[in-house]
């Protein structure tokens, strides 16, 4: 994952509530990264925790 691909996705996330709410109700962190992948980001749960 790279760390402008994380910048990004945060952005995103930061302007849209609806993701914000989607990604509050992810429990394990795979859920997170189904999400952003969703989104066209490639990120790793590793990374997210």
Excluded at 38 to 45: C, F, K, R
Aim: proline share 4%; glycine share 6%; aromatic share 4%.
């Amino acid at each position: 994952m790279a760390l402008e691909q994380l910048k990004a996705y945060l952005a995103k996330v930061k302007g849209d509530s609806n993701l914000q709410e989607k990604l509050k109700a992810a429990k394990p962190p795979d859920d997170v990264v189904g999400i952003a992948k969703e989104q066209g980001y490639e990120l790793t749960a590793d990374k997210i925790n």
